[in-house]
C-alpha cells in the first residue's frame, strides 16, 4: 500500500513539473528596450531609419519638438524588433523618448536634423588629394560647404576627423546648350603638388569635368541626384524623370581634370554617411 501510495506521489510529481516546463515554454520571451547608441544625425533628405535593438514590439514614441521631426514605428518585417521611421522637417535637435509598453521602460535618444548632402565616394583615382578612400560631401547650404573625410579600410569605416574644409561650386559652361560640360569646382587648401595642406593660404580651386557620356557615369541618376538632394539648376540641360532604378542603384561617377592626366572615379550617393559632430 505504501509503495502504491509512494508511486502515485512520484507521478503527481513528474506531472507537474511536465506541465509547468511546458507553461514556460509557452510565455514569449521578454527584451530589455535598447539601441545602438544615444544620439542619432540625420539629413533633411534622405533620413534612414533608426533600428531598435532590443525590444518587444510594442512600443509609444514622444517628440520633444515635433517642430523639427516626426516619427512612425515600423514593425513591418517579421524580423527584429522594429525600427524608427525618420520624417524631418527643418534643421534642429530634439529629444525623443521611446516607450516599450511590454516592459514600462523607456529610453530618451537625441536626433540632430542637419543640411542635406550627397557624397563623391572615390574608387579610383591618379589624383594626389582626390585620392582612393576620399569622401568628398557636398553639403546643400548657403555656403555650399564640401568636407574631405578619408575612409578607413581595415576598420571598413570612415575617419571621425577631417582631411579639410572647402566649398563646391557646379558651373556648365553654356547652359543653353545640352551638351555643354558640368563641372564641379572645388576650392580647398592645396600644395603645389596637389595634396591637401594646412598652411596659411588661400584656396586653391580644382575643376572637375563630368563625363557624363563615359559608361563608368549613371549620368541620368547623377543629374537626378544632385537636382534632388543639392537643388542644382541646370538650365536647359534635358534630366529625365527619376525612375524607380534611379534610387535603386548607387550611380557611378567619372570626373577629369582638363589638360591633366587625372582621372578620378566614384560614387555619387547619400552614402556613406557623413560622420557626426561635423554639420551644424
Not at 539629413?43 to 520633444?64: F, K, S
Request: hydrophobic share 35%; net charge negative; glycine share 4%.
Amino acid at each position: 500500500m505504501k509503495t502504491k501510495h509512494l508511486l502515485g506521489a512520484l507521478l503527481s510529481f513528474l506531472c507537474t513539473i511536465f506541465l509547468f516546463s511546458c507553461g514556460n515554454d509557452d510565455e514569449k520571451e521578454i527584451y530589455p528596450l535598447s539601441f545602438e547608441k544615444e544620439y542619432y544625425e540625420r539629413p533633411l533628405l534622405g533620413a534612414a531609419d533608426i533600428m531598435i535593438r532590443g525590444g518587444n514590439r510594442d512600443y509609444t514614441v514622444t517628440v520633444e519638438r515635433t517642430e523639427i521631426l516626426s516619427i512612425s514605428v515600423d514593425l513591418s518585417s517579421s524580423t527584429g524588433m522594429g525600427s524608427l521611421l525618420v520624417y524631418p522637417k527643418k534643421k534642429g535637435e530634439t529629444k525623443v523618448s521611446v516607450k516599450d509598453n511590454i516592459t514600462n521602460e523607456t529610453v530618451d535618444l537625441k536626433i540632430k536634423i542637419t543640411d542635406s548632402y550627397l557624397a563623391y565616394a572615390i574608387k579610383e583615382s591618379n589624383h594626389p588629394a582626390l585620392s582612393n578612400g576620399t569622401a568628398v560631401y557636398l553639403i546643400n547650404n548657403e555656403a555650399k560647404d564640401c568636407y574631405f573625410v578619408r575612409y578607413i579600410y581595415p576598420q571598413h569605416e570612415l575617419a571621425p576627423t577631417l582631411l579639410t574644409k572647402g566649398t563646391y561650386e557646379f558651373t556648365q559652361n553654356d547652359s543653353s546648350n545640352p551638351d555643354a560640360s558640368i563641372y564641379l569646382t572645388l576650392k580647398y587648401k592645396s600644395d603645389e603638388q596637389e595634396n591637401f595642406t594646412d598652411e596659411a593660404i588661400n584656396p586653391t580651386p580644382h575643376k572637375l569635368r563630368f563625363e557624363l557620356s563615359d559608361e563608368h557615369t549613371n549620368a541620368n541618376a547623377v543629374i537626378n541626384l544632385m537636382h534632388r538632394f543639392l537643388n542644382v539648376k541646370w538650365g536647359e540641360l534635358p534630366i529625365e524623370p527619376a525612375t524607380k532604378s534611379n534610387y535603386l542603384i548607387i550611380p557611378s561617377l567619372k570626373t577629369t581634370i582638363d589638360n591633366t592626366d587625372y582621372t578620378i572615379i566614384g560614387t555619387l550617393d547619400t552614402r556613406p554617411e557623413i560622420p557626426e559632430n561635423i554639420l551644424e
